[in-house]
């Protein structure tokens, strides 16, 4: 997909309050940080992609922030001295060693995966170039595995595990219908059934009509 697609979003974010959608780019301020974000089909489920490269053009030798966002968590890539740029493009692997959360603490495996099963947002930075911002009419790829068998190799990173009763997904990471995540034990908390949220949440003198899951 190419960035400058029609398809293509574009926001603004300072680092901490709410993302804003910048509907035109052409006219956006050069002293405010604006924002590729990625479409849908980039975003939502993409746990498929872990362990694939996603693949972007840069303009110059500077290579842009990037954020991922999802299940209330933010993390950004590293953007370590070793990632090389070979003719204005750079290769990134979507794995939990080149990215940490935003304030800095490194992240594990199962935190990396919920984050791809719920992303909310891929934001990459933009820079401006002759005083304006101007969408690359380059193209972004973002590698994600098939259940069909297409011809061009294995994706070795992709699991597909046996869950155990109230999780589903390739490896588990997301909940079962009928069940919720509660943030007990693990980092990541455990999916429980609704009737465990029902017992443990509201109160006993609430009526059918009115309590609401969690």
Same mark, same amino acid.
């Given at each position: 997909?190419?960035?400058?697609?029609?398809?293509?979003?574009? *926001? $603004?974010?300072?680092?901490? =309050?709410?993302?804003?959608?910048?509907?035109?780019?052409? /006219? %956006?301020?050069?002293?405010?940080?604006?924002?590729?974000?990625?479409?849908?089909?980039?975003?939502?489920?993409?746990?498929?992609?872990?362990?694939?490269y996603?693949?972007?053009?840069?303009?110059?030798?500077?290579?842009?922030?990037?954020?991922?966002?999802?299940?209330?968590?933010?993390?950004?890539?590293?953007?370590?001295? *070793? $990632?090389?740029?070979?003719? =204005?493009?750079?290769?990134?692997?979507?794995?939990e060693? /080149? %990215?940490?959360?935003?304030?800095?603490?490194?992240?594990?495996?199962?935190?990396?995966?919920?984050?791809?099963?719920?992303?909310?947002?891929?934001l990459?930075?933009?820079?401006?170039?002759?005083?304006?911002?101007?969408?690359?009419?380059?193209?972004?790829?973002?590698?994600?595995?098939?259940?069909?068998?297409?011809?061009?190799?294995?994706?070795?990173?992709?699991?597909?595990?046996?869950?155990?009763?109230?999780?589903?997904?390739?490896?588990?990471?997301?909940c079962?219908?009928?069940?919720?995540?509660?943030?007990?034990?693990?980092?990541?908390?455990?999916?429980?059934?609704?009737?465990?949220?029902?017992?443990?949440?509201?109160?006993?003198?609430?009526?059918?009509?009115?309590?609401?899951?969690?």
């Amino acid at each position: 997909m190419a960035m400058n697609d029609w398809k293509m979003w574009f *926001a $603004t974010w300072d680092g901490r =309050g709410e993302v804003k959608a910048v509907k035109n780019p052409h /006219n %956006f301020p050069t002293n405010q940080s604006l924002y590729y974000s990625l479409p849908y089909r980039f975003i939502e489920y993409q746990v498929k992609s872990y362990g694939g490269y996603l693949q972007l053009p840069v303009e110059s030798e500077q290579i842009p922030e990037i954020f991922l966002m999802g299940y209330n968590r933010t993390l950004v890539f590293r953007g370590q001295p *070793a $990632t090389e740029i070979f003719n =204005g493009t750079i290769q990134i692997q979507l794995q939990e060693t /080149n %990215f940490v959360l935003h304030n800095g603490t490194a992240i594990d495996r199962i935190e990396f995966l919920t984050v791809l099963a719920y992303i909310d947002r891929i934001l990459i930075r933009m820079f401006p170039t002759k005083g304006r911002y101007e969408p690359s009419p380059r193209s972004i790829v973002m590698d994600s595995a098939s259940d069909y068998q297409r011809g061009i190799g294995k994706a070795h990173f992709v699991e597909e595990c046996r869950c155990p009763a109230g999780f589903r997904g390739t490896s588990c990471e997301r909940c079962d219908f009928g069940y919720n995540r509660a943030f007990v034990g693990p980092p990541m908390g455990v999916c429980m059934p609704w009737e465990w949220h029902r017992n443990r949440y509201v109160p006993t003198s609430t009526t059918p009509r009115t309590y609401h899951y969690v």
